[in-house]
């Protein structure tokens, strides 16, 4: 057959099998050194090794039929993590488990400042002042019928809920445990009551998380100005949804390390800056800016932690500092005791950021993106760091790296923007499949939290403010206990299917299911109960808060792993802009006073069933290279979600297969004509 006579031409049997990785998403060899293939090896569940580089040329540089030296650098240099990366000593070296540990300490700084919505905004209850409190105010009805509270009672509120309408006319939600997860607020009372409770000119105020005052009580942020607090939650969300965008792009021009700083230092500036505020809307503007440079720092220190390690540590890395940040997150509530002034609380959560300017002197630039975007000089000063600092032989460069490096110091740099990415076939795709996935796991994360802790469901621990606050963060914390497992077993790829898989259904029961039972409960002689579908409603809201929450947190990971090194941030910034989005959503509705609520739920119900089908196009980059360019990149394609057996010809042709059939045209042209019985795809069958 002209296949196989081509396979004997190019050095290999008629019988040979196409390699497992090429299947894989790996990089086939021969093609232009931009897209060199990538040293390592395959994940246990593709089995299969990743093709290893081309053999040198004999005059030590590649092999001319594979690149050519004036059009790209040496593959050796494009292979970083099969080469210089062993040859820095891995994760092994001190110097890059100093480093680990220096973006790990930030989280707790980052879950601080992530989770301060729940405090800063709460909704205090609130009575008209001289009219006598009645009783404590912390969650539990108030008795008090004299004066101006005659038409008023305080019905428990959750931190993620605020005081009923009874209470407050048009209430706030505070953030919930991931930026957004706000319950409802009950239905409006009829106008007249609510007029009466706001025809007050001075309140007194019991805040019921830690707080002596907080932003709502220092303005009087209730009744007709309770909207508001609304744009104060809205700031730090688009503050935040700006600064992943931009701040993305930026990295990937001029570095992670100058991002990194500035954020730092602007953070420091407008942090401080808002507890200093005057007024609600200085407030606000301040805080878009703090959340902007919080986005620069979230997003720079993401992309080093990925970029500084092998590819069987990259996970659990990113894992333990997303550990760190709910750490700050569990640790909340007392700062917040502690502190009991917002200005106060507000203050101690930007100070510890002044320990980060240290970095300028001891955190360098990313070594992966220098070498990616061919700055080899700077490259080269930073290897002899890592080289100084691990104490480390020279003659250890087996591979003769430094050697390489000195033959491309005179190399140009080559920067990328994310922009870039609309050319090409496969990447853009991959992004846009990790964009609706953050958008609807972070979205829908709402809905469930709203109907475990909502008016409609009356369970006394959820009635309070801390308890309402520790259920969802140990959602949270549980859900990235599963994922370790569960990614370890099945993969990226795996793991986001089952995760979503798990959304889906917990949210199509608790929309079909849930209204079925209600039904029936109408029923004198059905035996159900309102009781049983309140059970059901928080048994659905638990699964589909846990499942949500690895959707979002998984897309954003796996986005850091297919995106090349050159535009990683931007990448990145794109899946975090779109978490941002679905978070955004819970104060809009609130705004709405929870119009629109069902349909929301539907929408991003429907969004989990597109998901699904979408995470099936995806690569599988667990325990693969990073990709370092975007024609690396664009190889990680589509592969079987389960690996095809041995001996087993697999239906998805590789890239080296591709080129065979291409050839053919051109056999033809030449006078090669197949033989009798010999079709396109092989012999015919007799």
């Known amino acids: 057959m002209a296949i196989d006579r081509r396979r004997e031409a190019a050095g290999g049997g008629p019988g040979r099998q196409p390699a497992p990785a090429e299947e894989n998403g790996s990089l086939p060899p021969g093609d232009a050194a931009a897209s060199a293939p990538l040293g390592g090896r395959a994940g246990p569940g593709g089995g299969a090794e990743i093709q290893p580089l081309p053999p040198l040329h004999p005059g030590g540089g590649p092999h001319p039929s594979c690149c050519s030296a004036a059009a790209a650098p040496s593959l050796l240099l494009l292979d970083y993590d099969g080469s210089v990366l062993p040859f820095l000593g891995g994760l092994g070296g001190g110097y890059q488990k100093t480093l680990v540990l220096l973006t790990w300490i930030p989280a707790l700084f980052i879950g601080f400042s992530q989770f301060s919505d729940s405090f800063l905004l709460d909704q205090p209850n609130f009575w008209c002042r001289g009219a006598g409190k009645g009783t404590e105010l912390a969650g539990v009805t108030t008795t008090g019928r004299g004066g101006d509270m005659g038409n008023w009672t305080s019905l428990p509120t959750t931190p993620f809920s605020t005081a009923p309408w009874e209470a407050a006319g048009n209430r706030s939600n505070s953030s919930g445990a991931d930026g957004g997860d706000t319950p409802p607020l009950p239905s409006p009372p009829d106008k007249g009551d609510n007029a009466s409770n706001c025809d007050c000119h001075a309140w007194d105020y019991g805040i019921r998380a830690g707080l002596v005052q907080n932003v709502v009580s220092k303005w009087d942020l209730v009744c007709d100005n309770a909207w508001k607090v609304h744009i104060a939650k809205f700031s730090l969300l688009v503050g935040l949804i700006f600064g992943y965008l931009i701040t993305g792009c930026i990295a990937d021009w001029v570095g992670r390390r100058p991002v990194l700083l500035f954020s730092i230092i602007f953070i420091l500036i407008f942090g401080l800056t808002v507890?200093?505020?005057?007024?609600?809307?200085?407030?606000?503007?301040?805080?878009?800016?703090?959340?902007?440079?919080?986005?620069?720092?979230?997003?720079?220190?993401?992309?080093?932690?990925?970029?500084?390690?092998?590819?069987?540590?990259?996970?659990?890395?990113?894992?333990?500092?997303?550990?760190?940040?709910?750490?700050?997150?569990?640790?909340?509530?007392?700062?917040?005791?502690?502190?009991?002034?917002?200005?106060?609380?507000?203050?101690?959560?930007?100070?510890?950021?002044?320990?980060?300017?240290?970095?300028?002197?001891?955190?360098?630039?990313?070594?992966?993106?220098?070498?990616?975007?061919?700055?080899?000089e700077s490259a080269k000063r930073l290897i002899l760091h890592f080289t100084q600092k691990n104490r480390m032989n020279p003659e250890g460069d087996i591979k003769g790296v430094m050697p390489e490096l000195e033959k491309e110091l005179s190399r140009r740099p080559k920067k990328v923007c994310i922009v870039k990415v609309v050319g090409t076939r496969n990447l853009w795709k991959n992004i846009v499949v990790l964009c609706v996935n953050s958008l609807t796991g972070y979205g829908i994360h709402h809905c469930f939290a709203r109907s475990m802790m909502g008016h409609e469901v009356k369970v006394p621990l959820l009635e309070n403010f801390y308890a309402d606050y520790y259920t969802t963060a140990s959602i949270a914390l549980v859900s990235c206990l599963a994922m370790c497992v569960v990614v370890r077993f099945l993969g990226r790829r795996g793991g986001l299917l089952l995760f979503m898989i798990l959304t889906a259904l917990a949210s199509l029961l608790q929309l079909g299911l849930l209204n079925l039972i209600g039904k029936y409960s109408q029923h004198p002689d059905s035996g159900m109960s309102d009781s049983v579908k309140d059970k059901f409603s928080i048994a659905f809201s638990i699964v589909g808060m846990f499942a949500s929450h690895a959707v979002g947190s998984l897309s954003v990971f796996f986005c850091a792993e297919i995106t090349p090194t050159v535009i990683r941030c931007g990448g990145l910034g794109l899946v975090l802009a779109s978490a941002g989005f679905g978070m955004l959503t819970a104060p809009i509705i609130e705004l709405h006073n929870q119009k629109g609520y069902f349909l929301h739920h539907i929408i991003f119900a429907c969004c989990t069933l597109i998901c699904i089908i979408c995470i099936l196009l995806l690569p599988e980059s667990r325990d693969q290279n990073l990709p370092e360019n975007i024609s690396n990149g664009e190889h990680y394609t589509r592969q079987p979600l389960l690996p095809h057996k041995k001996g087993e010809q697999p239906l998805l042709l590789t890239n080296a297969e591709l080129k065979d059939y291409s050839g053919l045209h051109d056999a033809a042209a030449a006078g090669d004509t197949l033989p009798e019985g010999a079709t396109a795809n092989g012999m015919k069958a007799m």
Not at 315 to 335: E, K, N
Not at 352 to 371: A, D, N, Q, T, V
């Open 275 to 376: 507890a200093l505020s005057v007024n609600v809307t200085m407030f606000s503007t301040l805080r878009f800016f703090e959340g902007f440079c919080l986005a620069g720092i979230i997003l720079t220190l993401y992309a080093l932690r990925i970029e500084l390690c092998p590819p069987g540590k990259r996970f659990m890395i990113t894992m333990v500092a997303s550990f760190v940040a709910m750490a700050g997150q569990f640790l909340m509530p007392g700062l917040a005791a502690l502190c009991r002034d917002w200005q106060v609380l507000q203050a101690l959560i930007i100070c510890p950021f002044l320990l980060m300017l240290l970095y300028w002197s001891i955190f360098p630039e990313s070594l992966r993106w220098l070498m990616a975007t061919q700055q080899f």
